[in-house]
């Protein structure tokens, strides 16, 4: 159409030519009388300008009628709207294939990366292709630039040999945080050329435990489409089980009464399940789960109390989420040494005394509290993870105590009025500082407490933060050198005068906490008051001696013991750990169990809550019948037409132009002809 171009300029040079012409200015007539028709005399011309130029606005609304009406004719040339054949040949398409925990129902992992290879084939080998496998996390399989290096006809082959390489895992599904990834990859490639479409094909099973809440804080492109090919089993329903709690009456394996959570689909067409210990069918606990709902029920532990066990359930079609791995109580050894000059520790009133009956063991923590003397404390100090020290040191045992310290124990350290500035010096490692003993007579209290740290973290609640009952009868004051706090102190606790009542301070691995007021009675009512307890316990724990149970351990969530170094556990099962005092322990890893939800969802309605952009599929009778070239651009340019409304805003323009300049003349006409006529002789 480019050859007519010229011919419409011509056009429009033919319409505007007559009007140019009609503007040039006539020479007035001369006016003779009747009387002289028979004898005309020749009368000279009367030369005027005719360039001259007196009505410039009909000029200005001709001009602008011309100057529409060609802009009507060439409308076709206007690139106001770009066909798809005129866009680049190139798009940018990153495939995303599920390789979480239930994708391992039925076929469903074969069947997604015949998908992938589907949406590969349907490429040019000009589009550029990146492909990434998540669960957890998103890792990219095939990138942009690996892409343009593997030939177009082994793409699909490749793609497959690389999946045999990355076999499907046991982690939860979380498409949220493959599609924040692999936008972003889209960004970083699509910068550096134009391409016809940018799109993401997610490959999934879709179901309800699936992990979308990445996309709440991206802000989606507009550009970047997403296409969902969703993949489901032939069967429906399924029985998942996960560890609800355990009791904590007995460490013995055989007595202990685990609860189990057991939740079944909302689409199953069955509801009773066998549940029992693998290898002893003689546990077997049957019951009734409808569709739709879940119930906790308790087992009797293993037979076997020396070992761990494997808690099995029947009754669905998916087997994948039917175990879990319950490892025996392995509760921590916790060794303290309670150092002191007194002769008789546990008579009733010393600080031994109620450090020894307010540890009690638990299913997670064993702890066990032993004396020494400032004399034979050496001999012991190995065999200990924490050491209290209580009354009068000297400034040699403080600076032995500092080295237990800095090798990563926990030092507590109970200052008396005897002790001097020096010994506790030695100890903290904090040069200067100055201890006196409180001359106030009257009894103080704890007003200040940070709870923002770890050891008072768990009574910022306002239920349980309230110090202010506890007396204290005496206590010690404590200076800092400069007044201020030095490098790895922080004071927990302050009295209500001001001054500090309980203070850490960091030493190489390990730390010291100073209490400036004793726990027993003749000092103050700290080892009466409910406090007392949990605040020793926080104060092991932080130091990596809790007293909690042990929480359930999700595939992906924790660090085991592979040969010589750790690694995060990729599978259930059960897997040994390190413990803080350097021992191992065993421990059941379970599947994660979002990921026995497998009620399918509807991508497009969660997608579309981002505002995430879908991609349209065809319809089926557009892929059957392809459109030729021919109809393809016929098509296109009707697609065009029908969005470039520009030439009836130009035709309306001209018949505006037009219409004021026939009223601007018509006026201007009818007030020549009303105006007086010259007589004659």
Excluded at 239 to 246: E, H, P, V
């Amino acid at each position: 159409m480019s050859f007519l171009f010229p011919l419409y300029l011509l056009g429009a040079l033919a319409i505007a030519l007559p009007v140019l012409l009609h503007l040039r200015k006539r020479p007035p007539k001369e006016k003779i009388s009747f009387g002289s028709l028979m004898f005309l005399e020749k009368s000279p011309e009367k030369l005027t300008r005719r360039t001259r130029i007196e009505k410039w606005l009909l000029l200005a609304l001709r001009c602008l009628a011309v100057l529409a009406l060609a802009l009507v004719f060439g409308r076709p040339f206007l690139k106001s709207t770009t066909l798809p054949s005129e866009m680049p040949e190139s798009s940018l398409t990153v495939v995303l294939v599920n390789r979480s925990a239930s994708m391992q129902r039925e076929n469903l992992t074969d069947r997604a990366i015949e998908a992938a290879q589907k949406a590969i084939r349907d490429r040019k080998n000009v589009d550029e292709v990146a492909v990434m496998f998540f669960d957890r996390d998103a890792r990219t399989v095939v990138g942009f630039d690996e892409w343009k290096g593997i030939d177009g006809r082994s793409r699909a082959a490749d793609l497959k040999k690389r999946a045999a390489e990355f076999p499907v895992g046991w982690d939860k599904s979380n498409p949220g945080i493959a599609l924040v990834e692999a936008a972003d990859m889209i960004a970083a490639q699509g910068g550096e050329k134009e391409y016809r479409s940018q799109d993401i094909i997610l490959i999934s099973d879709f179901i309800e435990g699936a992990n979308f809440d990445a996309l709440n804080q991206f802000a989606w492109p507009e550009d970047i489409g997403v296409e969902c090919v969703q993949i489901s089993p032939e069967k429906s329903g399924n029985f998942s089980l996960a560890l609800a709690a355990a009791s904590e009456e007995s460490r013995s394996a055989a007595e202990l009464v685990h609860r189990v959570r057991i939740a079944n689909a909302s689409d199953s067409e069955f509801d009773e399940f066998k549940l029992n210990w693998e290898g002893n069918p003689e546990t077997v606990v049957t019951g009734v789960v409808p569709a739709g709902s879940s119930r906790v029920v308790k087992v009797p532990g293993s037979s076997d109390t020396g070992k761990a066990g494997k808690l099995l359930i029947s009754g669905d079609s998916h087997p994948y989420d039917n175990a879990v791995y319950i490892a025996p109580p392995s509760p921590l050894p916790l060794s303290i040494l309670f150092v002191s000059a007194e002769e008789n520790p546990d008579q009733v009133g010393s600080p031994f005394f109620y450090l020894r009956r307010a540890l009690h063991p638990t299913s997670s923590l064993s702890p066990s509290v032993n004396f020494a003397t400032f004399e034979n404390f050496e001999e012991r100090l190995d065999e200990a993870a924490a050491v209290v020290v209580h009354g009068a040191w000297n400034a040699e045992l403080a600076a032995k105590l500092n080295e237990v310290a800095a090798k990563g124990k926990l030092v507590v350290a109970l200052p008396v009025k005897e002790t001097s500035a020096e010994a506790l010096a030695k100890l903290t490692g904090i040069s200067g500082v100055k201890l006196s003993e409180n001359p106030d007579e009257k009894y103080a209290m704890l007003a200040s407490m940070d709870f923002d740290h770890p050891v008072l973290a768990p009574f910022a609640r306002a239920q349980i933060r309230d110090f202010t009952k506890i007396r204290f009868w005496k206590h010690r004051q404590i200076t800092f050198p400069g007044e201020e706090l030095p490098e790895g102190v922080s004071v927990l606790a302050k009295f209500d005068s001001g001054s500090p009542a309980w203070v850490t301070k960091s030493i190489g691995t390990g730390s010291v906490f100073v209490f400036l007021s004793g726990w027993e009675p003749q000092e103050s009512q700290f080892a009466l008051s409910s406090k007392f307890v949990p605040v020793l316990y926080s104060i092991f724990e932080n130091a990596g001696y809790s007293a909690k149970a042990a929480p359930t351990y999700y595939v992906g969530e924790v660090e085991v013991v592979a040969g010589e170094k750790l690694e995060r556990a990729t599978e259930p099962g059960l897997f040994s750990v390190r413990m803080a005092n350097g021992s191992a322990s065993t421990i059941g890893v379970n599947l994660h169990p979002t990921e026995g939800r497998v009620e399918p969802i509807d991508p497009r309605h969660v997608l579309s809550d981002f505002n995430i952009p879908l991609k349209a599929d065809l319809t089926a009778e557009a892929k059957e019948k392809p459109a030729d070239a021919a109809t393809k651009k016929r098509l296109e340019t009707e697609e065009k037409e029908e969005r470039q409304k520009l030439w009836k805003w130009l035709l309306i323009a001209v018949l505006l132009f037009l219409i004021a300049e026939t009223w601007l003349s018509g006026r201007r006409g009818k007030s020549t002809s009303t105006g007086p006529i010259p007589s004659t002789a």
